[in-house]
């Protein structure tokens, strides 16, 4: 959510300083979110379909790459799209993790996982 905020304040065409800030802030949370979400996709994924799996999630990413390169955005257009499809990975991840939760509340011993995963000492 933050990298959302960050992001529009950018699109929204703020005075250099604010939107070298939010370009600032916004790198912060990338740089924190490539750690975290490779640690989890190698809990999730298992490791004789991985390779397979992360190709899928290529087609669509080229496919925005395409768009943006054969078009003739301006920067304003860019930074308003890549608001709008954090804003939709964010909400999507939210519905992702609340699945997960619920799923795991359901299992034997899932206390204890809940516990951890929420951050929580057991």
Known sequence: AIAVIAMATIALGATDTIAFVAMNVFEISVGMYFPIMGTMKGAIVPEDQRAAIY?????????????????????AQSFSLNTAMLSLATVLQLILMKRRLAVQSSEPGSDEKTALLEGESV
């Not at 087609?59 to 301006?74: A, M, Y």
């Open 55 to 75: 190709n899928l999630y290529r087609i669509p990413l080229n496919f925005i790459v395409l768009f943006s390169l054969l078009t003739d955005l301006t920067p």
